[in-house]
């Protein structure tokens, strides 16, 4: 028997477009200015606190890990229903964003199956059975061995879903809070903003980190 756990990876920061390696040693200005100039600022940010505060980003982050979790629990059911229940099953729980009415079917077919799969190791717990538990027993198993191959192509289409999720709010969110630190520059006049990971030295250094999250969070 298996069971399917999503293991989600690690979500890349919001601001993955702007990171710079991390041996970077000196930082370059815009050709306009020099290093002398008075007028030359650099801003910078913190990733992980940006990442972290992002109020928006967080929730969708939390509402793609429970998805995740809510798919591992259900999947547990597929490997214990009939052939019809399991297209069916296979067609609700592959929707991106099922209806209310949608949900509620997965969830009935989901615990049936669930059911039968205690139901087996109940019977498979057992040192003697009656016939009719023999019986049964028997046909739990044959729908298991039927629906090995299906469940395993089920796990990777839906691992796969979950990734798309993933990768969709971020590029999202991404995008968003890297306007927010391009228009920070451009409000505060700041020659470039740079990862504060990647910053050895600047005087004029500005951290903008609170600021940005302040507009992202409004």
């Given amino acids: 028997m298996n069971s399917t756990r999503f293991s989600r990876r690690p979500l890349p920061g919001v601001l993955a477009v702007l990171t710079l390696s991390a041996t970077v040693c000196f930082i370059r200005l ?18 992980d606190k940006l990442a972290d505060g992002f109020k928006k980003y967080a929730n969708a982050v939390a509402a793609i ?10 999947i547990q059911g597929r490997e214990f229903l009939s052939a019809d229940e399991g297209k069916n099953f296979d067609t609700l729980i592959l929707r991106p964003t099922p209806s209310a009415s949608e949900s509620t079917q997965l969830d009935a077919i989901a ?3 669930i059911a039968r799969r205690q139901e087996y190791l109940g019977l498979v717990g057992k040192a003697v059975r009656a016939d009719a ?8 198993q044959s729908y298991s061995t039927q629906n090995q191959p299906q469940l395993r192509q089920l ?4 691992l796969q879903l979950v990734r ?8 999202q969110y991404t995008d968003q809070a890297n306007g927010v630190v391009a228009q920070v520059a451009q409000d505060r006049k700041l020659a470039m903003i740079i990862r ?21 969070n409004k």
């Avoid at 890990?65 to 259900?74: C, E, G, H, M």
């Avoid at 250094?205 to 992202?216: M, Q």
């Fill in 155 to 158: 796990s990777d289409q839906l």
């Fill in 30 to 47: 815009a050709p306009a200015q020099t290093p002398q100039s008075p007028s030359t600022q650099i801003g910078v940010v913190d990733e």
């Fill in 111 to 113: 615990k049936t199956g």
């Fill in 65 to 74: 890990d429970k998805r995740a979790q809510d798919l591992d629990l259900k």
């Fill in 133 to 140: 538990e023999s019986n049964r027993m028997q046909v739990l």
């Fill in 164 to 171: 798309t999720q993933q990768d969709t709010t971020d590029k």
């Fill in 196 to 216: 504060k990971k990647a910053l050895i030295y600047s005087s004029d250094a500005v951290d903008v980190t609170s600021e940005v999250l302040n507009r992202l």
